[in-house]
């Protein structure tokens, strides 16, 4: 399991290497989701191999038995990751509510459009109910007409079957024509009500034609969709190659950083040593023969009573010691700021980024004060030295004037080889610094280069991103627009249907309405011309 840890306090180990002990702060789980760690689990482990500071995060593979598998890694990129992948979710989010608010405005619009094109349908089926009302009347008459054709037929039978009752039929012929009359026949009302369905049909034809145009216009916008989404996938996949162009990038421009910053500690330490093989060359030259000359008076020594040369060598002997008390309490002076430039070199290693700025001007204002607490001690020294060789000097004439000899006031120590080897130190690590000094500089370089492109590459990711965003609400609004002009299409094509199967229905009884009325106006005619 994937734990997200801290670094809680790190120690150099005694055979090298680092001895870390890291918080635990969040595991993530089987859905691939982070909670926080309760209370405060802690893990040590020796396998990160690089110096780190309190509060470094890194992701670390820990078993059921909180045992680290594999090695720890820096969390840093991993974050970013997290953190631009739940920016995009942010905005995809946003995105899909800006979707349903427009949503809810097409289907808005598109409730008004189907209740005005409602509104219409209800008119025309006003309409066409009117017509059928008249076809109703027609059918009135048709059928009325009909039984006058059976009765006549009715009697045109019993005239073949009985001749003789001529006169009474004709009589009942008559009568029978007389009830029925010539306006029954009257074509005008069948021509109105063929008007009526022709007008209603020439409406119909009007949406047929405007149903068509709108499906010719669908299906270029149908075309423009899968054009558009087909382009919109390739942007997609060029911006995701972008995307993992500019992880690698910045993956190794923070390894790069991260070796610049091990390369400038290196170069720091290394100042350090060079720093104390220089006191330590001034404390060794301060123990040989500098062979200043000083300027004593030997003749005078020898011809001076005994007890004035004795007196002599008492005042030197006061000043000697007080001059050597107040380099001691120098030297302390210098050990105290020694240790607290230590001190304040240890916080700097432990110290986080936000900590380091204030900690590296508090150890470059403590190094200053120890090196001019040096160059000073360098003088007393020197000065203190000169007074123990005149005292040494005066001791030496005033004892063997008082008898004494055989005494070895100050040996003079052959130092040079050992300041020879300090020298060829001295200039091993000067030839180190300079070398990693020129490595830094050639870091720095190729570290502004590469942020440089890295900045470049995100201003184009960016611009790619803006753009798809834009292609992507431009294919929504075409989409919406594509799904509106659908639903009224379906609305159109399912609300024709029925209007038309009844209008060709009522077109196809008044034709039969037609023919049966001219069939019998015809035999009306006839009967009329008999009598």
């Known amino acids: 399991m994937l734990y997200l840890a801290e670094v809680k306090i790190q120690n150099r180990g005694f055979v090298g290497g680092y001895k870390t002990e890291l918080k635990l702060l969040a595991s993530q789980g089987v859905d691939q989701t982070w909670n926080t760690v309760a209370g405060e689990e802690v893990i040590a482990t020796d396998a990160i191999v690089d110096q780190t500071g309190k509060g470094t995060l890194y992701i670390v593979n820990l078993d059921n038995n909180k045992q680290l598998q594999g090695n ?4 840093g990129p991993r974050v970013v990751n997290y953190l631009r992948h739940f920016s995009r979710t942010l905005e995809k989010s946003k995105s899909q509510e800006e979707e349903i608010e427009e949503w809810k405005t097409s289907l808005k619009i598109q409730g008004q459009e189907i209740s005005r094109r409602q509104a219409e349908l209800d008119q025309q089926q006003q309409i066409l109910q009117q017509q059928q009302q008249e076809l109703a009347h027609l059918e009135e008459e048709k059928n009325k007409l009909n039984g006058a054709w059976e009765q006549l037929r009715l009697e045109q039978q019993r005239l073949n079957e009985n001749q003789a009752n001529q006169g009474e039929i004709k ?14 026949f009257n074509p005008e009302n069948l021509h109105q009500a063929f008007s009526g369905v022709n007008t209603q049909q020439d409406l119909l034809n009007n949406y047929w034609q405007q149903l068509e145009s709108q499906k010719v216009v669908l299906q270029q916008k149908q075309q423009e969709l899968d054009s558009k989404k087909h382009y919109i996938e390739q942007c997609r996949q060029n ?28 170069l720091k330490q290394l100042n350090i040593y060079l720093e104390g093989f220089n006191r330590l060359d001034q404390e060794i030259s301060f123990l040989g023969d500098d062979n200043d000359d000083i300027e004593i008076d030997f003749n005078a020594l020898e011809t001076m009573p ?32 020694s240790d607290e430039v230590k001190i304040i070199q240890v916080k700097l290693i432990q110290a986080n980024e936000v900590d380091k700025f204030n900690l590296e001007t508090e150890l470059a204002d403590a190094q200053e004060a120890m090196k001019l607490l040096n160059e000073t001690l360098v ?16 001791l030496k004439i005033f004892s063997r004037r008082k008898g004494i000899i055989d005494l070895d006031f100050a040996n003079t120590i052959n130092v040079r080889p050992v300041l020879d080897e300090i020298e060829t130190q001295k200039n091993l690590i000067q030839q180190q610094r300079d070398k990693i000094n ?32 834009q292609e992507q609400e431009y294919w929504l609004q075409s989409y919406q627009d594509v799904t509106k002009t659908q639903a009224e299409i379906n609305l159109l094509e399912q609300a024709l249907h029925p209007i038309q199967e009844q209008l060709n229905h009522l077109r196809n009884n008044l034709q039969a309405l037609e023919q049966s009325t001219q069939k019998f106006g015809h035999v009306f005619n006839e009967l009329q011309s008999m009598f």
């Open 72 to 75: 720890p890694e820096l969390a």
């Open 171 to 184: 009589g009942k012929l008559e009568n029978l024509l007389t009830d029925i009359g010539s306006d029954s």
């Open 239 to 266: 911006l995701q190659s972008l995307e993992n162009n500019l992880q690698k990038a910045i993956a190794g421009l923070h390894s790069d950083q991260i070796l610049l910053q091990q390369k400038e500690d290196s």
């Open 306 to 337: 005994l007890g004035d040369l004795e007196e002599t060598v008492n005042n030197l002997k006061q000043e000697t010691a007080k001059l050597v008390n107040f380099v001691n309490l120098q030297e302390e002076e210098l050990t105290l700021q």
């Open 379 to 394: 003088g007393q020294r020197r000065t203190l030295k000169r007074q123990q060789k005149m005292l040494n000097d005066h």
């Open 438 to 469: 020129s490595e830094i500089n050639a870091l720095r370089h190729s570290n502004a280069q590469v942020e440089h492109a890295i900045n470049n590459q995100k201003q184009e990711y960016e611009q790619q991103q803006n753009q798809l965003n």
